[in-house]
């Protein structure tokens, strides 16, 4: 009979233990799952500050270069694409473009002194550049969150419960091959 309690004792404290540790686990992913929503929100709001800060880099850039419309409606027009991307994957080829076209902007001022020397223009390339170092801590604190998760939803045991209770992989926020690559430009 003492064998018997004993035993029982002994299944009840590991099933217990066992409920205990898929509530901790779950709740990690949970926690983790949020913690890379959250990085992705503030990925968002940096771009929408670059976003708003690229039709008055534009417009001041019109007033000195005005022959170069199709660089600053290739500007215009990779700003719209990136407002509409969706999701990171959409979103980082979106910027990775418009990264690319913003190079082009900055590259006119070497061929215009008096931009160059426009205090709107200097004030709108330091926000940028400001926008562009906020954009990328929040990349890469985005990526360091999907790494984290990622890797404990693939390990065992936790992939068992990932795959039960519906947790997927996230995609990396990367940058793509435009915005790798060196601005080309022709006067």
């Known amino acids: 009979m003492k064998v018997l309690i004993a035993l029982v004792i002994i299944i009840v404290v590991l099933a217990v233990g066992f409920g205990l ?15 890379i929503e959250s990085a992705f929100a503030q990925i968002d709001v940096q771009l929408n500050r670059r976003h708003d800060l690229i039709p008055n880099l534009v417009e001041t850039v019109r007033g000195y270069a005005t022959h170069e419309k199709e660089t600053l409606e290739g500007v215009i027009a990779a700003r719209n694409a990136a407002v509409a991307a969706t999701g990171p994957e959409a979103q980082a080829e979106a910027e990775g473009v418009l990264s690319g076209m913003l190079k082009q902007v900055f590259a006119l001022s070497e061929a215009y002194p008096d931009l160059k020397a426009n205090s709107q223009f200097l004030d709108l390339q330091r926000q940028l550049s400001e926008t562009e170092d906020r954009i990328a801590y929040s990349r890469q604190y985005f990526n360091d969150n999907v790494r984290t998760y990622n890797t404990k939803i693939q390990s065992f045991p ?3 419960i990932a795959k039960k209770m519906g947790f997927t992989e996230r995609a990396y926020f990367q940058a793509d091959e435009t915005s790798r690559a060196n601005v080309q430009v022709e006067f």
């Open 21 to 35: 540790y898929l509530m901790g686990a779950y709740n990690g992913l949970v926690k983790l799952r949020n913690k």
């Open 158 to 160: 936790q992939n068992l």
